[in-house]
């Protein structure tokens, strides 16, 4: 298995690597880290050619990024909602990557390709928060060249340790492709372990967008917390009136400022709440025992057709509704009462 592995990569090795780079980087489960090092080893023993390998394995990460960055730009946070949903990784993906954006600006995009969980996500939410095509195209390339760059060296500099193993590989035939299939399969395991131990944490009572908006149609003063990132507030500038902002990663540094005997209702924009039910955790770890999320978040309170805040220019959610069906804007615009909060 190892020598007709070998025999591919030395007769169209520049394909072979791009194409695994290509289809890695777009998000199949085809890690391409492993025939990166495989690559360098042999363009060490000067079966490949380094330069032109380093050259279309960078292009080629370029070229997916870029295809995420126009998805993202086109589709914005939803193409993120759907990613999240699809993954193995915990539903908190999204949230995650953009407290990275929000602590290191779009400079993260230079280190998403070494943390997981944040190289496929942070080409579509750069698209979305528009930081300009060229600016991105240029941090990708940065990206790209250190992330191939590391696998290459390093499999040059371990190259006779690669020939060894690879030759040994090679000597227990079926065996190894037994062990390569079992080590996917554990792998696949702990993350489907990991999302279900991780949803099993967000099992907590949520309040509806219904029973919210007649607590406070009735005279309730429930204090209601936006938990959205502020990358999240600029893919989406309105929220729910009378919200306070309060970040899932600073919540520690806001207890002072909630009420421990009110009702705390918290809602972000991320599948299964995920970033409200955490901070929710955090606050009754602190006292705080009545504290609920929003079942749905503010995609649910948007949708059931109630009004929300926007910044100034921004006419609410009507003119978030009249982009994609101005009929529905007009009849929240005329039909919803207003909310005291």
Not at 46 to 56: F, K, N, R
Not at 267 to 292: D, I, W
Not at 296 to 322: E, F, I, K, Q, T
Request: a positive charge; hydrophobic letters at 50%; glycine letters at 8%.
């Amino acid at each position: 298995m190892t020598s007709h592995l070998l025999d591919l990569v030395t007769r169209y090795g520049l394909a072979v690597v791009a194409g695994n780079v290509l289809l890695d980087q777009l998000g199949l489960p085809v890690p391409a880290m492993p025939l990166l090092i495989v690559a360098g080893a042999l363009a060490a023993q000067g079966t490949l050619a380094p330069l032109p390998l380093l050259a279309l394995a960078v292009l080629a990460c370029v070229f997916a990024d870029f295809i995420w960055y126009l998805i993202g730009e086109r589709y914005g946070l939803r193409v993120l909602k759907t990613l999240c949903r699809i993954s193995l990784e915990p539903d908190s993906c999204v949230s995650q990557t953009q407290i990275r954006f929000d602590r290191w600006g779009s400079n993260s995009i230079v280190v998403a390709k070494f943390v997981p969980g944040l190289a496929v996500i942070a080409p579509p939410l750069a698209g979305a928060m528009r930081i300009g095509r060229l600016r991105f195209v240029a941090l990708s390339g940065i990206s790209a060249l250190l992330w191939v760059g590391a696998g290459m060296l390093a499999g040059a500099l371990f190259h006779r340790q690669i020939e060894r193993l690879l030759s040994s590989l090679d000597r227990i035939g079926n065996i190894a492709l037994w062990i390569v299939c079992a080590a996917l399969a554990l792998y696949v395991a702990y993350k489907a372990f990991d999302r279900a131990r991780f949803h099993r944490l967000l099992r907590m009572a949520r309040i509806s967008v219904g029973e919210l908006y007649e607590l406070i149609q009735a005279g309730g003063e429930p204090v209601i917390v936006d938990v959205r990132s502020a990358a999240a507030r600029a893919l989406e500038p309105h929220w729910i009136p009378g919200a306070l902002h309060v970040a899932l990663h600073d919540v520690g540094k806001q207890l002072a400022h909630l009420p421990r005997d009110g009702e705390i209702i918290l809602y972000c924009t991320c599948p299964n709440e995920a970033s409200a039910a955490q901070v929710a955790r955090v606050l009754r770890k602190h006292g705080f025992h009545r504290v609920r999320p929003l079942a749905g978040g503010l995609d649910a309170w948007v949708a059931a057709g109630h009004p929300v805040d926007s910044p100034p220019g921004v006419r609410g959610a009507s003119a978030v509704l009249a982009k994609a069906d101005p009929e529905a804007a007009r009849t929240r615009d005329s039909d919803t009462p207003a909310i005291t909060p």
